[in-house]
């Protein structure tokens, strides 16, 4: 018999080779899946080497100032995370929307992000109304939200991991540090005209009425975006409050605190905390605007410990040596590597699996230090005093223990 095969025979095995090679690209598309299926079985966006998540902060309007720092720290973990390999093999891409400062738009954006998107996870809002605008559809479309902001408390949903502080944490703590330090007795409440200010604020005179036994002599609210704060510095001068509790935020700070100084209500003369000026907000009202007043936040940037001189460092890298980085900003930071520790844990990216697993999960390489999820999806966290510098940064001068979070302090509601 011929050795040699014929034209006939010769194609056999080639064909053989290229069956071979597609029962085995069949066989892998087929474990691929698998592989798919059992970290997702609730139709997210995840494929074999990517899971989408949606960043839905304000990047245009009023609230662009504030919340540019959050959309900034959020990228920074993201590709930091992609970089170490990503979550459970896969890399993480960002489908960004623009809430623009208009609750029904960032509404509109939640529904886009979770129904269309699929997607895993969102990374987003700063207000209270915003927060409380795409709640409803994170809830009913059982979606996973971060949320960096401090707020008012009085809220707990399965569907948030609330990475800022509450009331007890921000709020109480402040106004007991002032009522101590500086001997407050008097106090005039202002803040803008939305949910956030107004509930902190009811929540700040129960405190100074019923625990610190003080008196609040004046109380204001002002539309978002606000420039005019005439007729308030003249009611300040009135009243000659021992302490300015302010919860202004997004643009009016820059003319609010212009205006304080320009009618000479400066800290020489006047004490003055905070609740929403952080180093985002100082970078554009100046720093010499607000000198000596104070802030009471969990995070800034000043802040002498490991972890935030690595974060710092890879911050400015990315956005610039001019850059700052702000309480919101650290938070929002924290949200997705919250996520990715959640997701390893439970081995899946599957929303109730992700949130059953993220009770009790340990940070020790958060930039405000240790930080641990309670059981309500608020963090553990410091309340500390910052009281600003004519650089544009804050001077820490108060630091608390761990405080246990507690959205619903008895007595407040």
């Given at each position: 018999?011929?050795?040699?095969?014929?034209?006939?025979?010769?194609r056999?095995?080639?064909?053989?080779?290229?069956?071979?090679?597609?029962?085995?690209?069949?066989?892998?598309?087929?474990?691929?899946?698998?592989?798919?299926?059992?970290?997702?079985?609730?139709?997210?966006?995840?494929?074999?080497?990517?899971?989408?998540?949606?960043?839905?902060?304000?990047?245009?309007?009023?609230?662009?100032?504030?919340?540019?720092?959050?959309?900034?720290?959020?990228?920074?973990?993201?590709?930091?995370?992609?970089?170490?390999?990503?979550?459970?093999?896969?890399?993480?891409?960002?489908?960004?929307?623009?809430?623009?400062?208009?609750?029904?738009?960032?509404?509109?954006?939640?529904k886009?992000?979770?129904?269309?998107?699929?997607v895993?996870?969102?990374?987003?809002?700063?207000?209270s109304?915003?927060?409380?605008?795409?709640?409803?559809?994170?809830?009913?479309?059982?979606?996973?939200?971060?949320?960096?902001?401090?707020?008012?408390?009085?809220?707990?949903?399965?569907?948030?991991?609330?990475?800022?502080?509450?009331?007890?944490?921000?709020?109480?703590?402040?106004?007991?540090?002032?009522?101590?330090?500086?001997?407050?007795?008097?106090?005039?409440?202002?803040?803008?005209?939305?949910?956030?200010p107004?509930?902190?604020?009811?929540?700040?005179?129960?405190?100074?009425?019923?625990?610190?036994?003080?008196?609040?002599?004046?109380?204001?609210?002002?539309?978002?975006?606000?420039?005019?704060?005439?007729?308030?510095?003249?009611?300040?001068?009135?009243?000659?409050?021992?302490?300015?509790?302010?919860?202004?935020?997004?643009?009016?700070?820059?003319?609010?605190?212009?205006?304080?100084?320009?009618?000479?209500?400066?800290?020489?003369?006047?004490?003055?905390?905070?609740?929403?000026?952080?180093?985002?907000?100082?970078?554009g009202?100046?720093?010499?605007?607000?000198?000596?007043?104070?802030?009471?936040?969990?995070y800034?940037?000043?802040?002498?410990?490991?972890?935030?001189?690595?974060?710092?460092?890879?911050?400015?890298?990315?956005?610039?040596?001019?850059?700052?980085?702000?309480?919101?900003?650290?938070?929002?930071?924290?949200?997705?590597?919250?996520?990715?520790?959640?997701?390893?844990?439970?081995?899946?990216?599957?929303?109730?699996?992700?949130?059953?697993?993220s009770?009790?999960?340990?940070?020790?390489?958060?930039?405000?230090?240790?930080?641990?999820?309670?059981?309500?999806?608020?963090?553990?966290?410091?309340?500390?005093?910052?009281?600003?510098?004519?650089?544009?940064?804050?001077?820490?001068?108060?630091?608390?223990?761990?405080?246990?979070?507690?959205?619903?302090?008895?007595?407040?509601?």
């Amino acid at each position: 018999m011929d050795s040699k095969l014929t034209g006939s025979s010769r194609r056999l095995p080639r064909r053989l080779a290229q069956g071979a090679a597609a029962l085995s690209m069949l066989a892998m598309s087929i474990f691929a899946s698998s592989a798919s299926a059992e970290v997702n079985t609730t139709g997210l966006a995840v494929t074999d080497t990517e899971v989408v998540v949606g960043q839905l902060h304000s990047a245009t309007g009023t609230m662009a100032i504030s919340e540019t720092g959050s959309i900034q720290a959020e990228r920074l973990a993201i590709e930091q995370i992609n970089a170490a390999g990503g979550i459970l093999g896969r890399q993480i891409k960002v489908v960004q929307e623009d809430g623009a400062s208009d609750w029904p738009t960032f509404a509109e954006k939640a529904k886009k992000l979770l129904e269309r998107d699929k997607v895993a996870a969102v990374f987003g809002c700063w207000t209270s109304a915003s927060r409380k605008a795409v709640l409803p559809i994170f809830e009913r479309e059982n979606g996973l939200l971060y949320y960096p902001t401090f707020y008012e408390g009085l809220e707990q949903s399965k569907n948030v991991v609330y990475t800022g502080q509450e009331a007890t944490q921000q709020i109480l703590a402040g106004l007991d540090w002032v009522a101590k330090e500086k001997g407050a007795k008097t106090f005039y409440l202002l803040g803008s005209d939305y949910i956030w200010p107004r509930t902190s604020m009811k929540i700040a005179r129960k405190h100074i009425e019923n625990v610190l036994g003080g008196k609040v002599v004046g109380e204001e609210y002002y539309p978002l975006g606000n420039t005019q704060f005439g007729s308030l510095t003249n009611k300040i001068k009135l009243k000659k409050p021992d302490v300015i509790f302010a919860a202004v935020v997004g643009g009016s700070n820059v003319a609010f605190y212009k205006q304080l100084k320009a009618a000479g209500i400066t800290a020489d003369k006047q004490t003055l905390l905070t609740l929403s000026v952080t180093e985002d907000e100082l970078l554009g009202i100046g720093g010499e605007n607000m000198a000596g007043f104070y802030a009471s936040m969990k995070y800034f940037q000043s802040l002498d410990n490991p972890n935030n001189v690595e974060f710092v460092k890879a911050f400015k890298a990315k956005y610039g040596s001019d850059a700052v980085i702000g309480d919101v900003t650290q938070a929002a930071y924290l949200g997705p590597w919250l996520w990715k520790a959640a997701v390893e844990k439970a081995g899946s990216f599957d929303v109730d699996k992700v949130v059953a697993a993220s009770a009790g999960l340990e940070l020790n390489t958060a930039p405000e230090g240790y930080v641990k999820v309670h059981e309500n999806q608020h963090l553990w966290s410091k309340t500390r005093i910052g009281q600003v510098q004519a650089d544009g940064q804050f001077q820490v001068v108060f630091e608390s223990d761990l405080i246990e979070p507690n959205p619903f302090p008895k007595g407040y509601q």
